[in-house]
């Protein structure tokens, strides 16, 4: 069993910045990707940054500048720093482990989630 959970999030003021943090536990093996969603209320959950086990990132274009995803395999985490927060960056914020091993299918796991919120 796998277990993924997220920590960090908060209220945070306009201007501020944040890391977020994801760790995963169980039996995890083989991480290949491990990487950052966010879904804010009446929206559908979006891609924030992905980070690959060898360290290739890769962002949305609505997040590259300000976001910044890093990782630490041996640990099994992955980091999320928000730099100057807005209001429209209130949301929760998922991690998504994706293992993988050869010659069979990718296995993701999430975590239940690490509240944003943006606001003075």
């Known amino acids: 069993q796998v277990q993924v959970v997220e920590s960090g999030g908060g209220l945070v003021q306009p201007g501020g910045s944040l890391r977020l943090s994801c760790v995963a536990s169980?039996?995890?093996?083989?991480?290949?990707?491990m990487g950052w969603y966010r879904q804010a209320p009446e929206k559908e959950r979006e891609l924030v940054a992905t980070i690959t086990r060898t360290g290739v990132t890769d962002y949305a274009d609505s997040m590259e500048g300000r976001f910044s995803i890093s990782k630490n395999i041996a640990k099994k985490m992955v980091y999320l720093d928000i730099n100057n927060l807005k209001p429209e960056d209130t949301a929760v914020y998922y991690c998504?482990?994706?293992?993988?091993?050869?010659?069979?299918?990718?296995?993701?796991?999430w975590g239940q989630g690490t509240q944003v919120t943006v606001s003075s």
């Open positions: 169980g039996n995890v093996m083989h991480i290949d990707t």
């Open positions: 998504k482990i994706t293992t993988m091993i050869p010659f069979d299918r990718p296995y993701h796991y």
